[in-house]
C-alpha cells in the first residue's frame, strides 16, 4: 500500500473512485470527469501538495484533499481545511482514513494553522440530492452531515461542532402567495411601499442601500449582478421608488433550482411583515418562470429561518461544522 502526494494523471482516478463511493446512497451527486476536474483545478487555495492519494497494487483505493487559504496564509487562526477524505467500500475500517486525516493535520500544522476544519468551503463544496425527491439538488453541502459515518468519524478524532446548519426545500409546483402575504403587500401599499421587479430607471437609492445595510457579501452579489451586459432580474422593497429591500438576482439553473442568494430589508422598514412578503414573492416569481422547487441553507440562529418555515420550507437536512485545535 503506496502513501503519496497526487499529481495531475491521478485525477481521473480520484474522479472514478468518487462516482463509485458517492453512488452507495442517495446524497453526494456524481461528476464526470469535466465536472470534477473543473471543481478542484479552478479554485485558487488548489495544490497536489495538499493531497494523498493511496494506491494498492496500482489501483487507488483512497484519497484526501485539504486547502490551505492562500488569502490568509500569514494568519494562524484561520483553520486549515479538511476538504474530503475517500475510502473504497473493501478498505474501510483499516486506518486509511485516520491515517489521511493524521497526515492532513500534521500538514496543517507544520504550515502554521493552529486549527484544522470540516466545513463547506466556496468553491469546492459538493453538490447534493435532496431527500425523497425526484432528483431535487443544492450545489453546496454546507458541513457535515449530523449522524453521519462522517460526523462519528470526526467526532471519536477530537473533532467538536462549532456551527450547525439547517438546509431548506420547497417543491414549487402548487406554490402560491397565501392570503396573509397578500394582505402585507395591500397594507404597505398604502403607505407608499412597494414589493417589484427592480427598475434602474425607476428606482433609486441603491448605494444609499449598500451604506444603511452594511453587509459586504450582499453589497458584493448585488454589483456583481448589475455589472453583467444583461443582469438577471431581481425584486426590490421600494419605498416611494426608493430601494430599501433586496431579493438577489432571480435565475433557474440547470436541474430546475431557484436560484437564491438572500434577501435583506433595511431597519426603517422592518416589523411590516416585508420579509414575509418578500421572500414569498421571490419563491413565487421563481414558480412562475418555470423554477421547480427551491433548496437554500441558513445557520441555526438565524432569525430569517422563521420567515422561510412560515413559507411552506422545510428542514431537509441538519450540518455541522466541525473543527480541532492543532498542539
Not at 62 to 72: P, V
Not at 279 to 288: H, I, T
Request: with cysteine; aromatic share 16%; glycine share 6%.
Amino acid at each position: 500500500m503506496i502513501f503519496r502526494k497526487a499529481n495531475p494523471n491521478d485525477l481521473k482516478n480520484m474522479n472514478e473512485l468518487w462516482n463509485e463511493v458517492v453512488k452507495e446512497e442517495y446524497f453526494l451527486k456524481p461528476m464526470t470527469y469535466e465536472e470534477f476536474s473543473d471543481k478542484l483545478l479552478t479554485n485558487p487555495d488548489f495544490d497536489y501538495d495538499s493531497v494523498t492519494v493511496v494506491y494498492e497494487n496500482e489501483k487507488l483505493i483512497a484519497f484526501s484533499i485539504g486547502y490551505l487559504r492562500k488569502k490568509y496564509i500569514d494568519n494562524p487562526d484561520v483553520a486549515g481545511i479538511v476538504n474530503m477524505i475517500m475510502v473504497k467500500k473493501e478498505y474501510r475500517k483499516k486506518g486509511i482514513g485516520s491515517k489521511l486525516l493524521k497526515d492532513l493535520e500534521t500538514y496543517f500544522k507544520e504550515h502554521g494553522r493552529n486549527k484544522i476544519a470540516a466545513a463547506y468551503f466556496l468553491p469546492s463544496c459538493y453538490s447534493w440530492y435532496i431527500p425523497n425527491t425526484n432528483n431535487h439538488d443544492h450545489p453546496c453541502a454546507p458541513g457535515i452531515r449530523l449522524n453521519s459515518n462522517e460526523y462519528f468519524f470526526l467526532l471519536h478524532r477530537g473533532y467538536e461542532t462549532y456551527a450547525y446548519q439547517d438546509a431548506f426545500h420547497l417543491d414549487l409546483s402548487d406554490y402560491e402567495l397565501s392570503d396573509s402575504v397578500n394582505k402585507i403587500l395591500e397594507e404597505n401599499k398604502k403607505d407608499g411601499i412597494v414589493i417589484e421587479l427592480y427598475d434602474a430607471n425607476k428606482h433609486y437609492g441603491i448605494d444609499e442601500f449598500y451604506r444603511d445595510l452594511n453587509i459586504y457579501d450582499f453589497e458584493k452579489v448585488i454589483r456583481a449582478n448589475l455589472e453583467l451586459e444583461k443582469p438577471y432580474p431581481f425584486l426590490v422593497v421600494a419605498k416611494d421608488n426608493r430601494i430599501v429591500g433586496w431579493t438577489g438576482a432571480m435565475w433557474n439553473e440547470e436541474s430546475g433550482r431557484g436560484h437564491f442568494d438572500g434577501i435583506a430589508i433595511l431597519e426603517e422598514v422592518r416589523g411590516r411583515g416585508l420579509g414575509k412578503a418578500l421572500f414569498s414573492s421571490l419563491a413565487y416569481y421563481n414558480k412562475m418562470h418555470g423554477a421547480k422547487f427551491m433548496t437554500f441553507y441558513t445557520g441555526l440562529t438565524n432569525y430569517a429561518r422563521y420567515i422561510y418555515m412560515g413559507a411552506g420550507f422545510k428542514i431537509v437536512k441538519s450540518y455541522a461544522n466541525m473543527q480541532k485545535k492543532l498542539k
